[in-house]
Structures are given as structure tokens and as C-alpha cells.
């Protein structure tokens, strides 16, 4: 079970990671675009107004909800310290009513994982909602919601930027309490401040959430910071870590 924990953990470490330093970056590519990697980016754009389904949330019976919060602290001299000021996993049953919820926030407080360190919390505490009574769909606008994320889909903006970077399919959100959350009161200069929502394609052209994210990143006292939050619900035809 050791094993399986560590390669769990392993795996979303590099996911989030990707995920969000990846797509929240705006650098532009010294290259000059292809005329078909342009065809796509203008198809891309032309879909802005396309819906995001997730009516497929609503009769999954196994999710994964994980919760990333990051802050990254750079001083300028090329010294950077990354700490995880939350780092949740559940699996939840929802036929069953139950889950298993770990923290893995003061497992990787030093940087390094100590797998004595990872704690068993309350879902509703860890996630400030309740899965109890719900169907995947309204657990999915729940989360949203009580993190701080817009769960109004419509007319979003393509993300041009992040898909001239990465490739990847990802709409910016509106209304999002989460960015302020994450700024300071006060700061010498805002640099970035976005949330959205990373989508993939179902057989039937559904664009379905595949994670959402916000980041704020701001320069106070000489130093740059960098907070994210990383919510992503996942439905499982069977549980990834121990049966629930």
C-alpha cells in the first residue's frame, strides 16, 4: 500500500505542476507560428461561445477530488522556495456515502514527502461542502463554488495564449472570488491574475471540465509571488487508492 501511496502522490505532483505552471503562463514563443498552427488557433477562437458540458458528473457513482494550494516565493536572485499550503485527495462514493480524504499539505511541508506526515480530514471541513445527498453534477457546482470558482459557463473566452504555449484547450473564467482571495490586501504591482478551466472533448464533441485553476502572481517587499489553486473532480470507474 506504501507503494501505491508514493506513485499516487508522484503522479500528482507532476500533474499539477504541469498543469498549472504550463497553462498559466502568457511568454510568447520566440517562433514564428506555422500557417496551420494558425488555421487551428483561429478555429480554436471561433469556438469561444461553446458550452461546456457536465451532465456526465451526474450519474457517476466514484470521484477523485483533489485540491492544490501553491505559493511560490522568488527574491530575485534566482532563489525560489515553493510551499503547498494545501494538498487534499478524496476518493468518494457517492452509492455508498462515503469517502477517504487525506492531507498531504504537512507530508511535503521540508520538501520532502514523509509519508508519516499525510492526515485522514473531514471531507466538508477540507472542501467547505458536503457530497452527502448530492449526485456528481451538483457536487461538481458545489466544489466550484465553494472554493471560489464561477461555475457560469457561458460565453467564455478561448484562451489563445495557453494554446499557442501548450496546446492545450483551456477557457478563462469570469467572476472568480478565488483571485481575490489569493492577492494580498497589499502589493507593490500585480503581475497576473486568472482563473480557467481546462477542457477535453468527449466522442459526441463535448467539452468537458477536465480541472480548473487560478493563479495570482504579484511583486511586494522586492520579492515575487506566486499563488495558485488547483480543484479538479475526476470520475472513476473504480477507486485509484484504497476501496472507499
Known amino acids: 500500500m506504501k507503494g501505491n501511496k508514493n506513485m499516487v502522490l508522484l503522479m500528482l505532483l507532476l500533474t499539477v505542476a504541469v498543469m498549472i505552471t504550463g497553462c498559466g503562463s502568457k511568454m510568447k514563443s520566440s517562433e514564428k507560428l506555422t500557417a496551420e498552427h494558425a488555421i487551428l488557433i483561429e478555429e480554436k477562437e471561433a469556438e469561444e461561445e461553446a458550452v461546456i458540458s457536465t451532465k456526465q458528473f451526474s450519474s457517476a457513482k466514484d470521484l477523485t477530488v483533489e485540491k492544490v494550494e501553491r505559493t511560490i516565493v522568488e527574491d530575485g536572485e534566482g532563489n525560489a522556495q515553493t510551499s ?40 466538508t471541513e477540507a472542501f467547505g461542502t458536503s457530497y452527502a445527498g448530492k449526485d456528481g453534477q451538483e457536487l461538481l457546482q458545489d466544489l466550484l463554488c465553494a472554493n471560489g470558482f464561477s461555475a457560469d459557463f457561458v460565453g467564455l473566452t478561448f484562451d489563445k495564449d495557453t494554446y499557442e504555449l501548450t496546446g492545450q484547450n483551456t477557457f478563462l473564467l469570469k467572476n472568480c472570488a478565488v483571485l481575490e482571495k489569493l492577492l494580498e490586501s497589499e502589493v507593490d ?56
Open 189 to 244: 504591482e500585480v503581475i497576473k491574475k486568472e482563473a480557467y478551466v481546462q477542457v477535453m472533448e468527449d466522442k459526441e464533441g463535448n467539452k468537458i471540465p477536465e480541472f480548473f485553476s487560478a493563479q495570482v502572481q504579484y511583486q511586494k517587499g522586492g520579492k515575487t509571488i506566486t499563488k495558485s489553486v488547483y480543484l479538479q473532480v475526476t470520475v472513476n470507474d473504480y477507486s485509484g487508492r484504497e476501496e472507499v
Open 84 to 123: 503547498y499550503d494545501t494538498y487534499l485527495v478524496s476518493d468518494v462514493s457517492l452509492s455508498k456515502g462515503m469517502d477517504k480524504t487525506d492531507s498531504y499539505a504537512k507530508a511535503m511541508a521540508d520538501g520532502e514527502f514523509d509519508e508519516a506526515l499525510i492526515e485522514s480530514v473531514d471531507f
